[in-house]
């Protein structure tokens, strides 16, 4: 990733230095982390300074949203984390009962420290889980697989969870369900941007406008074929003012007289990526651009 190019985008309001401090202070009683990122922005979606929130707690990687994703690009760099020593899983939160993974993963983490509990005549503890990551990811809809029911509230926007939760899974399993967190300067526009196509900041952070030819700009050059069958468009070129002509005239925005309304084309495309009916995507790319 070019990392070169800084930006000044601060977006931290006080509720997530509140989250950060609540986590430390909780940490003790916590036995594993989980760190939730979106598969379609295996790198954006990442806890800059995650290792200072979590100290050493054993931790699983977990990918979100992997039925959104470009599996073929996403699965590199889950070999990249792994070849750093993550157990990373994959999960599909929506259409899949895939959570069973995770707790066989999480059992097998505990078995070590169990074991010493129970041959010095301890009881079996029961595992404090410490779910971690920015807003929108899927924190939560994560916590309503493991219960099995509608524990937590979620929401196809970020900021949904306002507060730290304990919530019990079962004799052995309890976690704690908190606020996304980000941190305090974007370290790349490009991780700024992916965060806004994927509705991890709010809409108003950076200008819609950018946002939008932003993502055309990236399905352009890597998924032509998904900006053109979702648009109806039979030819696209690198001129992305030509494609919002053309996705405004395919959708219908359009003011009287004929001319554009590109607040309205903005809306859509904003709303195709969020609704999942822009997918098989990931807009980190493993190799440098
Ligand atoms: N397609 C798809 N959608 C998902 C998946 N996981 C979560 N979602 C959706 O993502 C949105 C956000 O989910 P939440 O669980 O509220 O996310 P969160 O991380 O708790 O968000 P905050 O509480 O705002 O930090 C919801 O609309 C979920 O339905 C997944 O694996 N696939
Ligand atoms: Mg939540």
Redesign the pocket.
Known sequence: MNNENKTNINWYPGHMAKTKREIGEKLNFIDVVYE?IDARIPFSSKIVDIDEVIKNKPRIMIM?????CDKSETLKWMKHYESKGYKVIG????NENSVKRIVTATNELMNEKNEKRTNSGMLERRTKVLIV?I????????INRLVGKKAVG????????KILNWIRINDSLELLDT??ILWPKFNSEIVAFNLASFTAIKEDILPIDEVVIYILNRLYKYYPEILKTRYGIEEINEDIIETLDLIGKKRGCLEKGGTINYEKVYGAVINDVKE?LIKNVTFDRYENE
């Open positions: 939730v979100t949203k992997m039925d959104l999960v599909d939160l929506i990551g807003p929108n990811v899927g924190k939560s809809t994560l979620v929401g196809n926007k970020p900021g949904v969870t606020p996304g999942g």
